[in-house]
């Protein structure tokens, strides 16, 4: 499946972020399921700390942010430096640049968990960002509700105001 993504991410780059929009990332749980079938969840801080769980084991570690739209993650066991290919509210697609050009996939929990990447990738090279990939975005579900709402108790404040 690494394959098929990394040929999708040159197609879709333009609908992706900068690292450097930290707000798309801190304090939100990302996850990533590694070959094993482990899933482990990092959380990056805004003070630069970094709590990595491996099946509900953590570790506290550090994140910096470098030149070229990298990223530096230093743990207790291991520090590595990754090259962003793309990031957007949901998914983050990091390279570790070796030989074997191992690819890190981080998904929000909150709205990727369970989905499936690739299709999530694909949707986003034949449609855009812009069109909604997976109908989780609350928000613009909620708004006709407000409208409607706001529009009762304005035509209940004239009814009163008749009388």
Same mark, same amino acid.
């Given at each position: 499946?690494?394959?098929?993504?990394?040929?999708?991410?040159?197609?879709?780059?333009?609908?992706?972020?900068?690292l450097?929009?930290?707000?798309y990332?801190?304090?939100k749980?990302?996850?990533?399921?590694n070959?094993k079938?482990?899933?482990?969840?990092?959380?990056?801080?805004?003070?630069?700390e970094?709590?990595?769980?491996?099946?509900?084991?953590? @570790?506290?570690g %550090?994140?910096?942010?470098?030149?070229?739209?990298? &990223? +530096?993650?230093?743990? /207790? *066991?291991?520090?590595?430096?990754?090259?962003?290919?793309?990031?957007?509210?949901?998914?983050? @697609?990091?390279? %570790?640049?070796?030989?074997?050009?191992?690819?890190? &996939? +981080?998904?929000?929990? /909150? *709205?990727?968990?369970?989905k499936?990447?690739?299709?999530?990738?694909?949707?986003?090279?034949?449609?855009?960002?812009?069109?909604?990939?997976?109908?989780?975005?609350?928000?613009?579900?909620?708004?006709?509700?407000f409208?409607?709402?706001?529009?009762?108790?304005?035509?209940?404040v004239?009814?009163?105001?008749?009388?």
């Amino acid at each position: 499946m690494e394959h098929y993504i990394k040929n999708i991410i040159p197609n879709i780059k333009q609908y992706g972020k900068l690292l450097s929009q930290k707000e798309y990332f801190l304090n939100k749980s990302w996850l990533l399921i590694n070959d094993k079938g482990d899933v482990i969840q990092f959380t990056f801080k805004k003070n630069g700390e970094l709590i990595v769980s491996t099946n509900g084991d953590a @570790v506290k570690g %550090k994140w910096e942010l470098l030149a070229s739209n990298k &990223i +530096l993650l230093e743990s /207790t *066991v291991s520090t590595l430096q990754l090259e962003n290919l793309f990031f957007n509210k949901d998914i983050i @697609v990091l390279l %570790k640049p070796s030989k074997t050009e191992e690819l890190f &996939i +981080l998904i929000n929990e /909150t *709205v990727l968990k369970n989905k499936d990447v690739y299709e999530y990738l694909k949707n986003i090279e034949e449609n855009g960002y812009d069109h909604p990939v997976y109908d989780d975005d609350w928000e613009e579900s909620i708004v006709p509700i407000f409208v409607v709402i706001g529009i009762i108790l304005i035509a209940y404040v004239i009814f009163n105001l008749i009388k």
